[in-house]
């Protein structure tokens, strides 16, 4: 292993934002990576562990040693007649994990193709799309601790598996490396095509009885219709969680806004869509020199090249306060600031 002294991070984050990290080292294994957890030379050393950097904003540099885990493998562990379980890097991208499974017919993931990031990064987020999440189809975690670099086994209980959430962005917080997950998926898929433009855009592709590798295809083409590449414009995806309101709240609002769109999570909650309120406040396709809201889909904040990290987190900030002037409804960040 290399450390590097003030490093940029900017390539290794899909906003594409300048951001030097005091230390750096890439960390190949689980050994490579507990070497340099118990190394007493960096024990008292602040870290900071950076995955796909799909998910972050760099407000600044990073005065610590920042530990870039990219270790890889797809093993398969075990399997019955209906299911397959797959021990997974961390390192992994995710969406090769995607690729993998819908070329050997292990059903459970193709809703989340083309999602950017680690599979590492995936059970923090708890990761979603058209109707799946992550928590669907995850056995277990596995991490080092940060301070002490021992091993240590989650279950999918005790990831306590939230909208966008985990017990690894609360409690446990900058405790744990994720080194790998385990997941279980079916040798006899059963499809989820009814969430979003999925049905249609299978329709649109003359797919009559889709395989997985159809559901897949179609939301590939759906992403990619209404999401840039953060090879071409920097951005991390959707910027704000789709907020949870009171049902009596929603049923209010539907009175003043009749095409307000709404998904009811239970009897007392429904789900509004971020990107309608977002352009319903004006911002879709707003611009203010190398940053802005995306054209085609408000709910992404971009960085069109040299944009600033605080210049971001300004413009969040007043989109938030609009929605709630407007609507009454507060927008949480999904995105990490740093």
């Given at each position: 292993m290399q450390?590097?002294?003030?490093?940029?991070l900017r390539h290794l984050n899909t906003f594409g934002l300048e951001s030097e990290a005091r230390y750096f080292v890439e960390a190949r294994t689980i050994e490579e990576l507990t070497e340099i957890l118990l190394d007493p030379v960096w024990k008292e050393t602040a870290k900071f562990i950076l995955g796909g950097g799909s998910n972050v904003l760099f407000t600044r540099n990073v005065d610590a040693l920042v530990i870039h885990p990219v270790i890889k493998g797809i093993e398969k562990i075990k399997e019955d007649e209906d299911h397959i379980w797959l021990k997974v890097g961390g390192g992994e991208v995710w969406h090769d994990l995607v690729m993998y499974c819908v070329e050997n017919n292990y059903g459970g993931i193709e809703n989340l193709s083309l999602i950017p990031g680690t599979v590492g990064a995936a059970p923090m987020q708890n990761i979603?799309?058209?109707?799946?999440?992550?928590?669907?189809?995850?056995?277990?975690?596995e991490g080092l601790g940060v301070q002490n670099g021992q091993k240590r086994t989650f279950t999918?209980?005790?990831?306590?598996f939230g909208y966008r959430e985990?017990?690894?962005?609360?409690?446990?917080?900058?405790?744990?490396?994720?080194?790998?997950?385990?997941?279980?998926?079916?040798?006899k898929p059963v499809l989820n095509v009814g969430y979003g433009d999925v049905k249609k855009t299978l329709e649109e592709m003359n797919v009559a009885s889709p395989t997985i590798s159809d559901v897949s295809s179609a939301i590939i083409q759906?992403?990619?219709?209404?999401?840039?590449?953060?090879?071409?414009?920097g951005n991390a995806g959707s910027f704000f969680k789709n907020p949870e309101i009171p049902s009596e709240q929603f049923a209010s609002l539907k009175e003043t806004f009749p095409e307000m769109p709404g998904y009811v999570v239970s009897n007392e909650k429904v789900k509004v869509p971020a990107g309608w309120l977002i352009e319903q406040a004006g911002w879709k396709g707003y611009r203010r020199g190398a940053i802005g809201v995306h054209d085609?889909?408000?709910?992404?904040?971009?960085?069109?090249?040299?944009?600033?990290?605080?210049?971001i987190k300004a413009l969040a900030e007043e989109i938030q306060e609009s929605v709630s002037f407007k609507f009454g409804i507060a927008l949480n960040a999904e995105v990490n600031f740093i």
């Open positions: 450390i590097q002294s003030n490093f940029s979603g799309a058209y109707g799946v999440e992550i928590k669907d189809v995850i056995e277990s975690v999918k209980e005790e990831c306590e985990s017990v690894f962005k609360r409690v446990l917080k900058d405790q744990y490396v994720i080194t790998g997950a385990t997941f279980v998926l079916n040798k759906i992403r990619q219709s209404k999401l840039p590449d953060p090879a071409q414009i085609r889909q408000a709910l992404v904040l971009v960085n069109y090249g040299g944009g600033n990290g605080n210049d």
